[in-house]
């Protein structure tokens, strides 16, 4: 089956850093991508969506300036999380599909912490 | 807004053991609803769905039938196995494969 990878799986930084994850469809072209965000025994929260070529589109909380995302081509997004801050530590899931219909494919996760 | 509850983990049972993992929702209209798997080090992968009422899902020996009068889509098997351990996530979305909204997950361990 389709295959998403995201990188890193883990990741430790100091607070006031950046740091950037990566979602990549390995074997389909992804024209929209997601990603979410999962606090301990909590649900996963879609944080936004991003089409291919155009700006994210972000939910309701979340700050764009924070949490910036590209998608500049089919099969690469990435989350940077800028000047990160122990709030901040979460696991952060992308998800990939590569059309309005179609089933969706998740990366493993990243673990961020931040110090 | 739509709404997801499963219940808490960890479920530990030993092999063979019937499972059930309770999911109910909240939502407007006729969403479709969804059971992911997550077993450890990968992503989250699709286990079954159902589209409208009455409907079951099945795969893998795992079967969830989406109830909507009482708003449920409880996940069961007969008999687990050691290599069902893993965390399962209830989800539902208004149509299709749109935004999804996820429940907690729920851990099963299974034990030999």
């Known amino acids: 089956g389709a295959v998403v990878s995201q990188h890193p799986s883990r990741v430790i930084c100091k607070s006031g850093t950046s740091v950037k994850i990566e979602c990549r469809s390995l074997?389909?072209?992804?024209?929209?991508m997601f990603w979410y965000r999962q606090f301990p025994k909590q649900s996963l929260m879609l944080m936004a969506t991003s089409n291919e070529g155009s700006k994210a589109t972000y939910e309701q909380g979340v700050e764009k300036d924070k949490f910036l995302i590209n998608h500049a081509s089919l099969t690469l997004s990435t989350l940077t999380v800028t000047s990160a801050h122990p709030e901040d530590s979460s696991f952060y899931i992308c998800s990939a599909r590569q059309g309005a219909n179609e089933k969706l494919f998740f990366g493993s996760g990243t673990q961020l912490s931040v110090l | 807004g739509n709404s997801v509850t499963q219940m808490e983990g960890p479920v530990t049972l030993s092999e063979e053991a019937f499972l059930t993992i309770n999911c109910t929702y909240t939502a407007t209209g006729y969403p479709s609803l969804f059971w992911y798997v997550q077993y450890p080090g990968e992503g989250l992968q699709l286990l079954l769905k159902?589209?409208?009422?009455?409907d079951k899902g099945s795969n893998k020996g795992f079967e969830a039938t989406y109830r909507k009068e009482t708003t449920s889509f409880h996940l069961e098997k007969g008999s687990v196995q050691v290599s069902d351990s893993a965390v399962y996530f209830c989800a539902l979305s208004d149509s299709g494969y749109s935004t999804l909204t996820f429940g907690k997950g729920t851990m099963l361990l299974v034990s030999p």
């Open positions: 074997d389909f072209q992804a024209t929209t």
């Open positions: 159902a589209t409208k009422a009455d």
